[in-house]
């Protein structure tokens, strides 16, 4: 593992300390009048996703993690897992659901997402900002319903359901933001 000092901190960088893997939010180099100064950091869990604040002195050295990210197809469902093969070696890895966390309510066969993996564990996943799906399955909507704000829920092929606007139908291709699932457009 390389060593790198508190001095060359950046956000998004990750860090194997004693107790987890932790990826920087937030830093703040500190210099107070009297004393030493220190790195005030707040880290999140990349393992169970809680937040902590810590402080570190200055130029204190902490081990970087290697986070590798490699692209992925998804190809198919095994169970409850999820078949990816690494688009480069065209090797076929098996994905827990906990692994993939929110990521798994956006894949459908073919879809492409990155993986974050330290060694052959997988720490997360980055997914395009929006994706297009198919709405599987949805009521009618009724003209001049407009108690719920012009929305009606709907499931999407991959099972999640969201709220839609009244004039989407089955069968009907939708942008799908991932980051808040909520319906954007018609695709």
């Known amino acids: 593992m390389p060593t790198i000092t508190t001095n060359d901190l950046k956000n998004g960088m ?10 920087i939010v937030d830093f703040q180099h500190v210099k107070p009048g009297k004393g030493h100064a220190f790195v005030r950091t707040s880290l999140r869990n990349v393992r169970a996703g809680g ?5 570190f002195r200055a130029g204190e050295k902490v081990e970087r993690a290697t986070i ?3 692209e992925m197809n998804f190809l198919y469902r095994d169970g409850d897992d999820y078949v990816f093969m690494d688009n480069e070696t065209y090797e076929q890895i098996n ?3 906990d692994a993939l966390g929110e990521t798994g309510n956006y894949i459908v066969d073919g879809s492409t ?4 993996m330290f ?4 720490v997360g996943t980055d997914m395009a900002a ?34 839609v606007p009244l004039f989407i139908e089955p069968g009907e291709r939708v942008k799908i933001d991932t980051r808040s699932g909520e319906y954007l457009s018609r695709a």
């Open 14 to 23: 990750t860090l194997e300390l004693d107790d987890g893997l932790f990826q």
């Open 51 to 55: 937040t902590v604040e810590r402080t």
């Open 68 to 70: 590798d990210k490699r």
């Open 95 to 97: 994905v827990s659901p």
């Open 113 to 116: 997402a990155i993986l974050l």
């Open 119 to 122: 060694g052959t564990e997988i």
């Open 130 to 163: 929006a994706v297009e799906l198919t709405i599987a399955q949805t009521e009618p909507g009724l003209q001049g319903d407009r108690s719920s704000g012009g929305t009606k829920p709907a499931t999407l092929e991959t099972g999640l359901v969201i709220q």
